[in-house]
């Protein structure tokens, strides 16, 4: 793992090196993706997670089952009038099954990703002000005048109070935005440090076009959590492990608690809603908040289903209300929601070393090679100067000339001293290798 100072935020690059004989190449990670709670992942040999051929899915889950003696007319009719089951047999490109308990993917299957820097902390509200300052940004919150608080912090609750219809206990407060979490007479200044809240996505990845960065992929994301416990022997439920205690949560993460939610917050780990970053511990690559305090924004989606992972303060262990706060929790909102516990981080991919390197006239691979044939059937390369003027060998004179013989019997792709080839300069290919076998 390589550490770098960028700006004012840490970042991590998540790499393995693999070396052989003869060479040495950074590679990226493979890993098993998805649901915590899923037990299928230890079908996965561990052999599978360094096979250059294996990536995702199984390839069949793509492919049209034309099976079950039922014509294209015939599908189409029952899916139009739902009466197509489309959770048994194969499944459409872009399908994604959630785990009921904490939303992850199900089952777990085997990814790959680059290699990558992420911040090892949550954007705050100080580092969000200086980018609100810097450019004058209006975030969608304020363009729209309202956002979501959790009705708990809410001293008055009329009965006119307008509920997200899929989130009873999250409403609807005039002029709550990222300065005003709780609505008009709140403030951030004594929250500068905590994750900056009632932010959009689009709020989220104008920040980090602006700091030079982007949000994360959810499998880069989900990478960096799991923080090397990728094979199907070592993954674990949780940052801290299988442990499904308050006890041992309130160390690692800022999640509910033991009350009942959303009246009951008993502040196990000192907090009742966010908490300044960098207040529990750390994963095993010393990155903060990958559970629990706030949802965080992933790059991609939909805009209708944007993909927010982690969990947040709302949260519970074992999926009795809310998520699961699992490595694998994950949840879908319309792109331009806005509430009191989802955040973001950025990312930044490494830039790659591009390597050059000379084509000659006449190398492999460099173009077509003119093969001029006498009328004894035997081959022979023309040289640059027959090529240009377009002449036939037969033509330049006698079998007793002996500059004639020199030129026939030189190697066409080493250069001559006497003579200038044409050359240019491409991009070398990068290629992966592996000592497995």
Request: net charge negative; proline share 5%; glycine share 10%.
């Amino acid at each position: 793992m390589y550490f770098a100072n960028e700006h004012i935020q840490w970042s991590m690059n998540l790499t393995h090196t693999f070396y052989t004989s003869n060479t040495s190449i950074i590679e990226g990670i493979k890993y098993i993706f998805g649901t915590s709670f899923d037990t299928t992942h230890k079908k996965i040999l561990e052999s599978d997670l360094h096979h250059n051929e294996h990536y995702g899915p199984d390839v069949e889950h793509d492919v049209p089952d034309r099976s079950r003696g039922k014509t294209r007319e015939q599908v189409l009719h029952e899916k139009r009038r739902g009466e197509l089951d489309l959770s048994q047999g194969p499944k459409p490109f872009g399908w994604f099954e959630e785990h009921p308990l904490d939303g992850g993917a199900t089952p777990p299957r085997v990814v790959y990703i680059e290699p990558f820097f992420i911040d090892i902390a949550p954007v705050t509200n100080k580092e969000y002000g200086k980018f609100v300052r810097a450019t004058y940004y209006e975030t969608e919150a304020e363009k729209f005048g309202w956002s979501f608080v959790l009705s708990s912090f809410l001293q008055e609750l009329g009965e006119s109070a307008e509920v997200d219809p899929e989130a009873e206990d999250w409403v609807a407060v005039d002029r709550a935005y990222w300065r005003n979490p709780e609505g008009p007479g709140t403030s951030y200044k004594y929250r500068e440090h905590h994750p900056v809240v009632h932010v959009s996505h689009r709020d989220a990845a104008e920040y980090c076009k602006w700091i030079g960065k982007r949000l994360p992929g959810e499998r880069e994301w989900e990478a960096a959590a799991r923080a090397g416990h990728y094979g199907p022997n070592n993954r674990t439920l949780f940052i801290w492990g299988e442990e499904q205690t308050v006890d041992v949560a309130k160390e690692y993460a800022n999640l509910w608690g033991a009350g009942a939610f959303p009246w009951e917050n008993l502040a196990e780990d000192g907090w009742r809603a966010t908490s300044p970053v960098k207040t529990f511990k750390p994963n095993a690559l010393g990155l903060y908040d990958m559970t629990g305090n706030v949802w965080e924004w992933m790059r991609g989606g939909k805009h209708k289903a944007r993909i927010v992972r982690g969990g947040s303060y709302v949260d519970s262990l074992d999926g009795n209300f809310n998520h699961a706060a699992t490595l694998g929790a994950r949840a879908t909102l319309h792109g331009t929601t806005t509430t009191g516990n989802v955040g973001f981080r950025c990312v930044k991919a490494p830039k790659r070393r591009v390597e050059h390197h000379w084509v000659y006239e006449n190398e492999e691979g460099g173009g077509a090679q003119l093969v001029m044939e006498d009328a004894n059937g035997n081959q022979q390369y023309a040289t640059q100067q027959q090529r240009a003027r377009g002449l036939d060998l037969e033509e330049e004179g006698d079998d007793d000339d002996e500059f004639y013989d020199e030129d026939i019997d030189h190697d066409p792709t080493q250069p001559r001293p006497d003579e200038k080839r044409g050359r240019k300069k491409v991009v070398k290919p990068r290629t992966r290798t592996s000592d497995e076998l």
